[in-house]
Nanobody
Framework: QVQLVESGGGLVQPGGSLRLSCAASEYAFSNYAMGWYRQAPGKECELLAVITSAGSSIIYADSVKGRFTISRDNAKNTIYLQMNSLKPEDTAVYYC??????????????????WGQGTQVTVSS
């Protein structure tokens, strides 16, 4: 069974940092590329970063390149998203995913793959 549980969202001021965590079941962690997506109200689901199961390949969206870092801890079956220099336009619900799409989707949780419950990130002064 695939389970993904996100944590670490919250309210942060512009320019601040947050780290999101996603604890995954061992099956998901070992067999799927893991990624972070986000969806803001009225906007499409955006892929932010993907890391392969071996950790050998990482992809970032241009909108977060240089500010966000995806990583994985194999001992804990957990992936992370370190978010720095946050901007108000980063405000969204952030989702962890296993085996998800690499293209823009209308709604995150109806796209292929397995999804966590989402965690809200709000960047505001």
């Amino acid at each position: 069974q695939v389970q993904l549980v996100e944590s670490g969202g919250g309210l942060v001021q512009p320019g601040g940092s947050l780290r999101l965590s996603c604890a995954a079941s061992e099956y998901a962690f070992s067999n799927y590329a893991m990624g972070w997506y986000r969806q803001a109200p009225g906007k499409e689901c955006e892929l932010l970063a993907v890391i392969t199961s071996a950790g050998s390949s990482i992809i970032y969206a241009d909108s977060v390149k240089g500010r966000f870092t995806i990583s994985r801890d194999n001992a804990k079956n957990t992936i992370y998203l370190q978010m720095n220099s946050l901007k108000p336009e980063d405000t969204a619900v952030y989702y962890c995913n296993a085996g998800g799409p690499r293209t823009v989707q209308p709604i995150c949780v109806t796209a292929r793959g397995y999804w966590g419950q989402g965690t809200q990130v709000t960047v505001s002064s």
